[in-house]
């Protein structure tokens, strides 16, 4: 949670544009985001966590309190929490207006059990230098993380996507050896457009203008981004959408 909090540094877009922020806390620390491909998901006594159900009552509790809009709540996530979000997208498309799942794919068990009632807009951000989950995805001992182009083609062909556009965003700093290309699909028949900032040699980090890119943190992680700040990229995509 403070992970997140301090990686992702959304509180001030928040505060500025005057949106509510929650940061759920996870057992273990690991959301239980559907069937594994490396590990068992985390259990409480002998049963599964249903952070599915858990996110699906959070979000009735915001609303009730109305502390949520009922046509605004949107999900994020970065690596595992990623992979929620990605879940979310699936199971929750009643409660969630968009999601952007970042330095992650899907796994290919979540492609399969993904019926959402509806098609959610989907932004995503991964790096090709990620070793932790692999850009060009890999085989895990329980199943298959699937690369991030099979990723957004499983939600372009869901969306009825026909149009595809990419363009280098500007470089700002010549110490930075990553660049970012943003890929996005249009004419959609859901009215949507899919959002994928593809961050050439990025590793699993997430891009800022404010967070130091530090060596050791770079030799475990990959190379940090410095051409965007992600939290604005998130919140500039999906407060376009409403349920």
Not at 43 to 50: A, I, L, N, Q, R
Not at 143 to 166: I, K, N, Y
């Amino acid at each position: 949670m403070d992970g997140l909090r301090e990686t992702l540094k959304l509180d001030p877009v928040a505060d500025r544009e005057g949106f509510s922020v929650l940061y759920p806390d996870a057992i273990e620390r690991k959301w239980s985001y559907g069937r594994p491909i490396v590990q068992p998901m985390p259990t409480v006594g002998s049963e599964t966590v249903d952070d599915t159900g858990f996110l699906r009552l959070l979000i009735d509790d915001l609303v009730a309190r109305r502390i949520a809009d009922p046509a605004r709540v949107y999900v994020t996530g970065m690596s595992r929490g990623g992979l929620m979000a990605f879940t979310a997208a699936c199971a929750l498309a009643d409660k969630v207006a968009a999601a952007a799942a970042l330095i992650t794919g899907m796994t290919e068990p979540q492609r399969e059990d993904c019926r959402p009632s509806r098609p959610i807009p989907i932004m995503a951000l991964a790096g090709t230098g990620d070793w932790t989950q692999a850009y060009d995805g890999w085989l895990g001992g329980m199943g298959r993380l699937l690369s991030v182009p099979e990723t957004m083609e499983f939600w372009r062909a869901l969306h009825g996507c026909t149009q595809q556009d990419r363009r280098m965003l500007p470089h700002r700093d010549d110490r930075d050896r990553t660049h970012v290309v943003l890929v996005e699909w249009s004419a959609c028949k859901s009215g949507a457009r899919l959002r994928l900032y593809r961050v050439n040699g990025g590793g699993h980090q997430l891009p800022s203008l404010t967070v130091i890119a530090d060596a050791q943190s770079e030799q475990r992680w990959g190379l940090r981004n410095r051409d965007l700040e992600t939290a604005e990229e998130v919140w500039r995509y999906v407060k376009d959408y409403t349920r």
